[in-house]
Nanobody, 124 residues
Framework: QVRLVESGGGLVQAGGSLRVSCVGS????????MGWFRQSPGKERTLVAA????????YYGDFVKGRFTISRDDAKNTVYLQMNGLKPEDTARYYC?????????????????WGKGTLVTVSS
C-alpha cells in the first residue's frame, strides 16, 4: 500500500500563501486519484481538492473559491496544494489522500491511504 508523507505546513498571516506537498513511497502515485482533506477541531474531515489520474481534471471544495490549486508530478511521485489568500478559517490539519473515485467524490470513508497530515495555521 502507498505511504504518504506531507510537508510544508506552518504559520502564515491572513492573506498569505503556503504550499504543502505530499510524497508517496512504496507505490507509484500515478495509479491513484489524489487529494487533500482538512480537519479542524470539532469538525469533520472535508475535501479541499482532488485531482484525477493523469492530472486532467481537478475538483475543489466550495469554500476554496479559486484560492487553491492542486497539482501532481508523477515523475516525482508528489502532489502539491498551493494555497493563496489564506483566511483564519483555513486553519486545520491538511491530509494527503490516495484512492479511486472516493477521492474525487470527497468521500472520506472510501480512501485507500491517508497521510498523517500537516498543520496549517492562519493568523488574523
Amino acid at each position: 500500500q502507498v505511504r504518504l508523507v506531507e510537508s510544508g505546513g506552518g504559520l502564515v498571516q491572513a492573506g498569505g500563501s503556503l504550499r504543502v506537498s505530499c510524497v508517496g513511497s512504496e507505490r507509484t502515485l500515478s495509479t491513484y486519484a489524489m487529494g487533500w482533506f482538512r480537519q479542524s477541531p470539532g469538525k469533520e474531515r472535508t475535501l479541499v481538492a482532488a485531482i484525477n489520474w493523469g492530472g486532467t481534471r481537478t475538483y475543489y471544495g466550495d469554500f476554496v473559491k479559486g484560492r487553491f490549486t492542486i497539482s501532481r508530478d508523477d515523475a516525482k511521485n508528489t502532489v502539491y496544494l498551493q494555497m493563496n489568500g489564506l483566511k483564519p478559517e483555513d486553519t486545520a490539519r491538511y491530509y494527503c489522500v490516495a484512492g479511486g473515485v472516493g477521492v474525487l467524490n470527497g468521500n472520506p470513508y472510501d480512501i485507500d491511504a491517508w497521510g498523517k497530515g500537516t498543520l496549517v495555521t492562519v493568523s488574523s
